[in-house]
């Protein structure tokens, strides 16, 4: 079976929880990594990376953005608000989708972004 990451928004009862518990069901070996480990003020950053470009510039300290990923078979990306230019890039040269069904609400998202998924 495959094995894959899967980053996104810790928690029960979102679309990341249904995803890696339905691969887990599938046989596959799933890792998830919680984009938001470390930030203390979950609402507000988001808020601010979504809304604010000035913002995006703090987000290089956040563990997300620090961490070494390894290369596995899939990496989904939930959204990914909080992953800085830099680590799409790094992503990019692994199997990296985004996957993200509410593009149209937050188009600051994808402004020159898209182009690091190449799947």
């Not at 691969?23 to 950053?45: A, I």
């Amino acid at each position: 079976m495959a094995n894959i990451t899967v980053i996104g928004a810790g928690g029960v009862y979102n679309a990341e929880y249904f995803f890696v518990k339905s691969l887990r069901s599938l046989g596959n070996s799933v890792q998830f990594v919680d984009q938001y480990e470390g930030v203390s003020r979950k609402f507000l950053t988001r808020f601010l990376s979504t809304r604010f470009r000035p913002y995006r510039l703090v987000l290089s300290n956040l563990p997300i953005n620090r961490r070494r990923f390894e290369r596995v078979d899939l990496i989904l990306v939930f959204k990914g608000e909080l992953l800085t230019g830099d680590t799409l890039s790094r992503l990019s040269e692994l199997n990296t989708y985004l996957f993200y069904t509410d593009t149209y609400k937050f188009p600051i998202l994808l402004k020159n972004r898209l182009h690091y998924f190449r799947g």
